[in-house]
């Protein structure tokens, strides 16, 4: 693993607990925001404005009461920090990654927010920046397009002196069966790992590869790069398990979305401070000690 440089380093500090664990609030999401969003005419009638609030509402009521939240450039960011909605104490990290995916010859491919670039990173304030890609390592080479992107990005931001966290989603071709594709998903989130150590990744965001031992294996391909396990949409309780058997094995932290928030926003907006207070708030805390609790065991 490429070392971290210093500036790196108090990013990190910054996105981690007071014990050295990774935990974002990931909250960049637009339209799997949308979709579990309470709204009566569905949800193509919720405005950017409707977006925007429910966004500051996850500042205001989760996040300032954790290290770090994840949020887009398209909706939430600068407002959050022009409004005095984020907390001084908690790190912002800026997602570049444009919604949606193209697909060419069966494989998926991202794309950055028109006019989101390292630079701009700073310029709102961010301590850290986060890109998406998609890969399959059976499909794509180091030097593919998305090895190409990757390392591409990288530089741009180790130049301008931001982290950036690469998030790599693996996925289901759509000629695979369901069966074939379980099969080989722990090889190829661990794959994910190292390919994106060898493009220059210092900080990885990855899911879950299934079980203690594929954790160790992704571990050591990360080769010491810090790897943080996302949520990928499960409830809560099977998603504190999944971290705590990461960390347990070799994982540094969580970025954790919808096992948070979901069921706070799916609500009237006039009960979302309730609820985020007194249902997603405590599981933040909860997520916090277990992450903190398996690294001290290390």
Not at 12 to 32: C, E, W
Not at 237 to 250: C, D, H, K, L, M
């Amino acid at each position: 693993m490429r070392e971290l440089n210093t500036t790196e380093r108090r990013a990190l500090a910054r996105i981690s607990t007071a014990a050295g664990g990774m935990l974002i609030v990931a909250a960049d999401q637009r339209n799997s925001m949308k979709a579990v969003m309470n709204a009566p005419d569905g949800a193509d009638s919720i405005t950017v404005e409707g977006l925007r609030a429910a966004k500051a509402d996850l500042v205001t009521h989760l996040a300032n009461h954790g290290p770090a939240i994840l949020l887009d450039p398209e909706v939430a960011v600068p407002q959050v920090i022009d409004d005095d909605v984020l907390d001084r104490d908690t790190a912002l990290v800026v997602g570049m990654d444009a919604s949606g995916y193209e697909t060419v010859d069966g494989l998926r491919f991202t794309r950055l927010v028109d006019g989101v670039t390292a630079r701009k990173i700073r310029e709102v304030g961010g301590d850290a920046a986060k890109m998406l890609y998609y890969l399959r390592t059976d499909q794509q080479s180091l030097d593919s397009r998305v090895g190409d992107e990757i390392r591409k990005l990288i530089q741009e931001c180790e130049a301008e002196g931001v982290l950036v966290i690469i998030e790599i989603l693996v996925y289901q071709l759509p000629d695979e069966s369901d069966e074939d594709y379980a099969r080989i998903f722990p090889r190829l989130v661990e794959e994910a790992a190292k390919f994106s150590v060898d493009c220059g990744a210092k900080v990885l965001k990855l899911q879950y590869p299934g079980s203690e031992e594929a954790c160790k294996a992704v571990t050591e391909a990360a080769g010491g790069a810090p790897w943080a396990v996302l949520s990928a949409g499960v409830d809560h309780e099977t998603f504190i398990e999944q971290v705590r058997i990461a960390v347990s094995n070799g994982a540094s932290g969580a970025m954790a979305g919808r096992s948070l928030w979901k069921d706070s926003l799916s609500v009237d907006p006039a009960d979302r401070e309730s609820l985020l207070a007194t249902r997603a708030r405590p599981r933040l805390a909860e997520l916090s000690a277990v992450i903190d609790e398996a690294l001290g065991q290390r």
